[in-house]
């Protein structure tokens, strides 16, 4: 016990500390509005930063947005959605469904009024977005500003290589806020928040069809809840009979698309299709190669460690983790799932001694939002990013120049390509494709057909769409292009640094002989 003396020290010693606080009271007044505005600042450098990455990408030469491209045009001109596959050769009759068919509307609004702009844009919004609700996440599990910060800067970079103009995105945005949501109802007990559920699910059903891992993170959640009905140590304070009922209008929600319970077939049949995962690079696993490939690791390393240096078992974020390192790891295109886990684990569970704590109000918001949109404007007209200056990058990556070639001699198929031009192919030459980048259409043992006869391996000639095909258009590089080089049955019509195009002699006039007015007589007919 104290005695009378030392407690008028230790009060005096309050007191004398309190004194200059409250004589510098305008002080200090002045530096939280400084270090609201430095905030602030970082902020708009935090959101900015992915979106301008996305100018380093180009993103839009990637090939599998035209054929969205021109599944939107295809329903606008037809005023219905595909049952059937309307753009290949192989597909012709057989089921197809356009599960992402509200993004291909939206991606052709977009191209159709900006051109290849409205493909950057696109990107970067979504990379901003993304962004921003992984900060939102982080900051309502974690208090310390400068945590937030890194934990946003590192999982934005990790995503940073996905920045292409494909229907992804949506759901990464959705997956994001539905943890989000998923956390702070199992942190405060208050389920208000999970009535948005419902609504995320019911568009991201239309967009893409990844929205079931969205439903397999609800289903864990369910299950602990209704565990910590049995066991009093979980870490939920939410109520089973809430999740079940939000549970079951999700579920429903999902219901709400053209082709109904169908789409649940085609994300079975894309999840057993191992073969694919290891033809295609963007379906294999994490190569390391990279730097951010290892920030990815550290990332899974530290949610581990602190999951294992709780107090209480946490059976929601442990059975998450493991799910989202088995997606991930499995298919490097998924990384987005384990980074979005990691940093909720992260943000949630690390203690900071000394915080800086977040002190952004709702006044500066629209100094963030305004800031953000306009340093990416600058950011876009400074380096001159225009359509003009996309469509050199654009033939630097696809086959434009031979498509031009195709159309002005007028050359007609049956078409024979590579997988990974087919789905530009699909936009640019309007004929059918003998494949592109719709995996779940082709399974496993046609496109490793395609791929073998590529590579130009033995039974390359014995290849039933090689041997019907009339236009044949593949990389310039390729193994079968250097055959076909020397097969008296083809005759190559258009080479440049890129692409090559061969044409069978029997689909020529006179069979062999030289071509009709317009191309060139030479046998190799070549654009530098």
Request: proline share 5%; hydrophobic share 55%; with cysteine.
């Amino acid at each position: 016990m104290q005695s009378p003396e030392s407690k008028l020290v230790t009060v005096s010693e309050e007191i004398s500390d309190t004194l200059p606080v409250i004589g510098s009271g305008h002080a200090e007044v002045q530096l939280s509005r400084g270090s609201l505005w430095v905030q602030a600042l970082i902020l708009v450098l935090l959101y900015s930063a992915p979106g301008i990455w996305c100018f380093r990408i180009a993103g839009f030469a990637d090939p599998d947005v035209w054929w969205h491209l021109r599944t939107g045009e295809w329903i606008l001109q037809h005023h219905a959605l595909p049952h059937t596959d309307p753009f290949s050769s192989f597909g012709a009759g057989k089921p197809w469904s356009a599960y992402s068919w509200l993004f291909d509307l939206l991606i052709l609004q977009l191209f159709q009024r900006l051109g290849l702009t409205g493909l950057v844009t696109y990107s970067i919004g979504m990379v901003v977005a993304v962004a921003i609700a992984l900060h939102r996440l982080i900051r309502r599990l974690q208090s310390d500003f400068s945590l937030t910060l890194l934990l946003t800067f590192a999982a934005s970079y990790c995503l940073v290589d996905l920045g292409t103009p494909r229907s992804w995105w949506f759901s990464i945005l959705f997956f994001v806020l539905e943890l989000d949501i998923l956390m702070q109802a199992r942190k405060t007990g208050k389920p208000r928040e999970l009535l948005w559920l419902p609504v995320i699910f019911a568009l991201w059903a239309n967009l893409h069809i990844q929205f079931i891992d969205g439903l397999i993170v609800l289903a864990f959640a369910l299950a602990e809840a209704a565990l910590a009905h049995w066991w009093s140590g979980i870490e939920t304070r939410i109520r089973p009979v809430w999740l079940w009922g939000v549970s079951v209008a999700c579920l429903l929600a999902t219901l709400l698309n053209p082709y109904g319970w169908n789409v649940y077939r085609v994300a079975f049949d894309l999840a057993t299709m191992p073969g694919v995962l290891n033809k295609l690079n963007e379906l294999s696993g994490i190569p390391f190669r990279s730097f951010s490939d290892f920030v990815v690791l550290f990332f899974v390393l530290a949610a581990t460690w602190v999951l294992a240096r709780a107090r209480r078992i946490a059976p929601f974020e442990i059975v998450l983790l493991a799910f989202a390192v088995i997606v991930s790891f499995r298919s490097q295109r998924d990384v987005w799932v384990v980074i979005t886990v990691a940093c909720a684990i992260l943000a949630a569970r690390l203690k900071v001694k000394h915080e800086n704590r977040f002190q952004l109000t709702a006044f500066a918001a629209p100094f963030v939002a305004i800031g953000t949109g306009l340093l990416i404007f600058l950011v876009f007209h400074a380096f001159h990013v225009g359509n003009a200056q996309m469509e050199k990058v654009l033939a630097k990556n696809l086959p434009v120049h031979a498509v031009e070639v195709v159309k002005e001699r007028g050359y007609s198929g049956p078409l024979f390509n590579g997988y990974d031009w087919g789905g530009y192919l699909i936009w640019a030459l309007r004929l059918p494709v003998s494949i592109d980048g719709r995996a779940g259409l082709y399974g496993d043992q046609w496109i490793g057909r395609s791929l073998a006869t590529w590579n130009a391996q033995p039974d390359w000639a014995s290849d039933p769409d090689l041997a019907k095909a009339a236009l044949v258009v593949g990389p310039v590089k390729a193994p079968l292009t250097q055959v076909l080089r020397m097969n008296p049955h083809y005759e190559l019509v258009f080479e440049d640094k890129l692409a090559a195009v061969f044409v069978a002699r029997r689909a020529l006039p006179g069979r062999g002989e030289p071509l009709a007015v317009g191309v060139s007589e030479s046998p190799h007919a070549t654009r530098k």
